[in-house]
């Protein structure tokens, strides 16, 4: 089947308020006619309320974590509720720099799969291995681990609900690349796994975004890709003129 492209950005913690500011005003101004993509930029927490005044319907900000509760005293923390009240619709959940930074579990990030989809957020569920396992050939396993301590514990109707963005950690910022052959493999294993944990329809229906160093240089090959549908982008989407060009290549291939 035919699934539409997601070009997802995540300016990590970069971008002071004017220069997000800006930034979210030339994509506006310059973003093409998408009738196959998805356009979603992922922003520090200072950046939400004010580029939610922006959108005008071409495109929908996420946030890049929240707390697992609603409300609290936990200082220095967001919950969901409060994303979703800024307009919001998208939160990118267990980034790997999450958990290797931060320590977080599946275990933690199930809550906060939960919490996210309770308050009507779409989580961007991150997944993907380290060097050492990719080189023991263990990576299919890890996935698959992470996925079954978290979303695997989902019902039918939330899966449904997420997107899952694939990291390969040992590609990112390494100097060593993954081949769009490895990209497809592991998207391909992650399908295989959500048809056997729920069923093939839904397996067939959810996205399954790249997220290991995606550029213009290499966009085209990897979103050609079966089950690719698209790419969590890190570095190129701090650039307005990268992050439109990976645009156009995703609405070009459909």
Known sequence: MSRSKIVAGNWKMNKTLNEGIEFIQVLKESMPELNHTKVVVGMPF??????????NGKFSIAAQNCHHEIQGAFTGEISAARIQSTGAEYVILGHS???????????????????ALDQGLTPIFCCGEPLDIREDDSHVAYVNEQMENSIFQLSNEEIRKIIIAYEPIWAIGTGKTASSAQAQEMHKEIRISLADNFTLAIANDI????GGSCSPANAEELFSQEDVDGGLIGGASLKTSDFLELIRIAESIH
Do not use: C, G, V
Request: proline share 0%.
């Open 46 to 55: 200072i950046h939400l309320a004010s580029a939610s005044t922006h959108l």
């Open 97 to 115: 720099e999450r958990r290797q930074y931060f320590k977080e579990t599946d275990e933690l990030i199930l809550k906060k799969l939960r919490s």
């Open 207 to 210: 996205h399954i975004l790249y």
